[in-house]
């Protein structure tokens, strides 16, 4: 399979950018661009950053539950939020699994970072994996948020990305680049 090379560089020129509405959560822009002089029309959504945890241990990962409104059901994912502006993404991984399992993570690594949208969507988003953790004795997880959390063999939540019984994307990147990082590293889950 080749790849084409135009080997000629892009050239972006943003002629206005205006925000259209904002809240808490997000930032809708107008973006007016010229993209090697042909103009172009962007509408961004910026969520900020987000970030999240697998935490592994004997051939399981952790996953919660939570009700989703878009698919009226609830859903199994991995931990993960918003990143607050006053942290770094793994500081945000590691409160978010705390809030939602009450379960401290200690010594995370970067596992994957990526944009979810090129265009129209800013959400960069970093999955962090750890198999070093503690039950936090001071701390209770958001049964408002989360209805329960389970060690699910990480076999089984591929078959679950399969069956289509997790939908989240952010799960189903993470899971699938955690088990494609062990392939390659020739480790054992």
Known sequence: MSRIDHKKEKKLKISSEKSIF?????????????????????????????????????????????????????????????????????????????????????????????????????NPTYVYHSDTFELSKKFEPNIAEVEKYDWIKISDSIEMIEKKEILDSLTIISILSFNLFYLKNGIQK
């Open 22 to 122: 904002q809240n808490q959560f997000l930032k809708l822009s107008q973006v007016n661009a010229k993209v090697n002089g042909v103009a172009k029309q962007f509408f961004v959504t910026n969520y900020g950053r987000r970030s999240a945890m697998i935490l592994h241990r004997n051939n399981s990962i952790l996953l919660v539950n939570q009700f989703r409104h878009l698919i009226n059901r609830s859903s199994w994912e991995i931990p993960g939020g918003r990143v607050e502006d006053s942290e770094s993404p793994e500081s945000g991984a590691i409160r978010e699994c705390l809030e939602e399992t009450g379960i401290l993570t200690q010594n995370p690594k970067l596992l994957i970072n990526y944009e979810q949208g090129l265009d129209s969507l800013h």
